[in-house]
């Protein structure tokens, strides 16, 4: 009889433990998600999982943040615009890990550490290239490089399409307008290195392997040039030589995310790998004002980019 009760015992404190340790698991909330949340959408979306729950709120690669609604989360991120620059409409849905209930908050930016911390659980559909058929182009052998054309190129986002988009303007400017190639500054991304593709850091590739991209694409860098530029650093890193009268200088902005605050657009740009921060278009444009050059060209591939080429513009009291 003794051991009898003692096996009852037992048996009741594991239904106990069981019942109070039950958890929706991640496998629980994922199947969720996909057949249930988000199943009407999943040809057109892209969808990450966390691989651990959050307790905290989730950080967002502006320094915004996500607000966790429970103690305990499953989180989905939810591109709703897989093939848009930032800032644009995305999701993050929490799950409860106890009982499964969720919550959507919307925001307009990835999170941190998506790259480590998520993993793609579905993807939007992607359309197959189009074959294009057309004539290489052949330059002439009376080609003569320009000494007084240069360039910048700021990409502050490492993604495929941005770093395609990098390629085709570097290419166009040596092979169409005959730039030479050390007068194109190429800023890119957080750390000056391509992750996307193959192609590691060469825009001009395969035949001749090199390295085109001169360093990140940060607030600090992009200062430092515009700096040398002007003259300003008697040992330039990026430029050749600082720009004179006869020089003309194109600068595009591709793949820079836009965000306004307050009474002008801001930009954002990597501090490190996982965090960003916002800086007024104007911290950008008026140090621009006193490069000593014949003509300067911009060029901008993000959202807002009137509000952005605003700042630049001559009728808003600037040289450029």
Not at 31 to 59: H, P, R
Not at 72 to 87: E, G, R
Not at 88 to 98: D, L
Not at 208 to 218: E, F, K, L, V
Request: aromatic fraction near 14%.
């Amino acid at each position: 009889m003794k051991q009898f009760k003692f096996l009852l015992f037992l048996l009741v404190a594991f239904f106990l433990a069981t019942t109070t340790f039950a958890q929706f698991t991640r496998q629980q909330a994922i199947d969720l998600i996909l057949n249930d949340v988000l199943s009407d959408d999943l040809n057109k979306i892209d969808i990450y999982a966390s691989f651990n729950s959050f307790t905290d709120d989730v950080e967002l690669i502006d320094n915004d943040n996500a607000t966790n609604p429970n103690a305990d989360s499953w989180v989905f991120y939810v591109n709703d615009s897989p093939f848009a620059a930032w800032y644009h409409p995305c999701r993050y849905i929490f799950v409860s890990t106890s009982n499964g209930d969720y919550t959507t908050v919307s925001k307009e930016i990835y999170p941190k550490y998506l790259s480590t911390d998520y993993e793609v659980i579905s993807t939007a559909n992607r359309p197959d290239p189009i074959p294009m058929e057309g004539t290489a182009f052949i330059p002439t052998p009376e080609k003569v490089e320009s000494s007084y054309n240069y360039a910048l190129i700021i990409c502050a986002l490492d993604d495929i399409r941005n770093i395609s988009n990098v390629s085709l303007i570097f290419n166009v400017l040596i092979d169409n307008y005959n730039y030479k190639k050390e007068n194109i500054i190429v800023l890119y991304s957080y750390d000056g290195h391509n992750y996307s593709n193959n192609w590691n850091d060469d825009l001009d590739g395969p035949e001749i392997q090199s390295n085109d991209i001169d360093g990140p694409a940060t607030y600090a860098t992009i200062q430092q040039v515009i700096a040398e530029m002007k003259g300003e650093i008697q040992d330039p890193e990026y430029v050749l030589k600082a720009l004179g009268h006869g020089d003309q200088l194109a600068v595009f902005f591709t793949g820079v995310p836009v965000k306004n605050t307050g009474a002008e657009p801001y930009m954002a740009f990597h501090v490190d790998q996982y965090n960003m921060a916002n800086y007024p278009v104007s911290g950008i444009s008026q140090p621009m004002e006193d490069i000593d050059c014949a003509q300067m060209i911009f060029t901008f591939d993000l959202n807002s980019a009137s509000e952005v080429s605003w700042c630049f513009e001559a009728a808003n009291g600037t040289d450029v």
